[in-house]
């Protein structure tokens, strides 16, 4: 009894240390996935870009080609940056934290397109995108997080769009914007229309770490907005999410348009992404 008694206090805190540890080591892989998850975008369209850059100066390219290639792929390290802060904002506080500044989410989603072009052209499928012409998309919003959802929604669209044609559209309703991704690929079923959308859970035909489409949701959510789709198996898939903007009133016109992506940058993954198929 004595002996029993004794052993019990040490027993009970060296559970509780190896349950902490658990918990340490599961919060650890967790963090590891999330980052190389999200990372793994930019840093596959930065290697692209190099790769092009390589190519285009071995085949004697003018030097304005290799440094369009060039500049891209630095925009894409810098991006990189940029989400490491965002992924470590989203496992230490548990939500996407917003940093808002003037933006035209018209340029933000047009960039993002023109820099999936390349990856796309891989893939061998072709991005259309829709934005209504002489519609202001102009508020207060964080850039970095809608070119993010911009980003998970191609990556997943390309993944699962068999090589079909990927349509990307924007338009307002009332006091929303909505951004919508239509592949024409394998579709997801009815009953993984809700689960996709949560962390670490993804479709009984998909593999991956289930992370893309949970951070879209969680950035969403972050913007007063939602995210849903419309599927049939085999039909494809439509994504649509729904922003509000991050503050109520005008925009100062001498603000000038906050964007992860300089116009400089958009115009050189366009031009590398153009000549693409003789690099």
Request: glycine residues 10%; aromatic residues 4%.
């Amino acid at each position: 009894m004595t002996i029993g008694s004794d052993a019990h206090p040490d027993s009970e805190a060296l559970r509780a240390e190896r349950a902490q540890w658990a918990e340490d080591e599961l919060a650890t892989r967790r963090l590891v996935a999330l980052v190389g998850h999200e990372l793994r975008t930019p840093l596959a369209s930065a290697l692209l870009y190099l790769d092009i850059a390589d190519r285009r100066a071995g085949a004697g390219a003018g030097l304005a080609s290799v440094r369009a290639a060039l500049a891209v792929a630095r925009g894409e390290v810098q991006r990189l940056e940029q989400l490491i802060r965002r992924v470590m904002e989203l496992e230490r506080y548990g939500r996407a934290v917003m940093h808002p500044g003037r933006c035209d989410l018209a340029r933000v989603v047009r960039a993002a397109v023109q820099r999936a072009s390349a990856v796309s052209r891989e893939a061998h499928a072709r991005l259309r995108l829709e934005i209504p012409s002489g519609e202001a998309f102009i508020g207060w919003w964080d850039a970095m997080a809608v070119e993010q959802i911009v980003q998970n929604l191609l990556s997943n669209a390309l993944r699962f769009g068999k090589g079909h044609p990927i349509q990307v559209a924007l338009e307002s309703a009332s006091a929303v914007v909505r951004l919508s991704v239509r592949d024409r690929g394998v579709g997801i079923g009815p009953g993984d229309r809700e689960r996709i959308f949560r962390r670490y859970v993804r479709s009984a035909s998909a593999g991956g770490l289930g992370l893309g489409l949970w951070v879209v949701r969680e950035l969403a959510l972050a913007h007063g907005g939602a995210v849903a789709v419309r599927s049939r198996p085999g039909r494809g898939s439509v994504f649509t999410v729904t922003l509000r903007p991050l503050r109520a009133g005008p925009v100062p016109r001498d603000t000038a348009p906050a964007s992860p992506t300089s116009a400089a940058h958009a115009a050189a993954a366009a031009a590398a992404a153009a000549g693409l198929g003789g690099a």
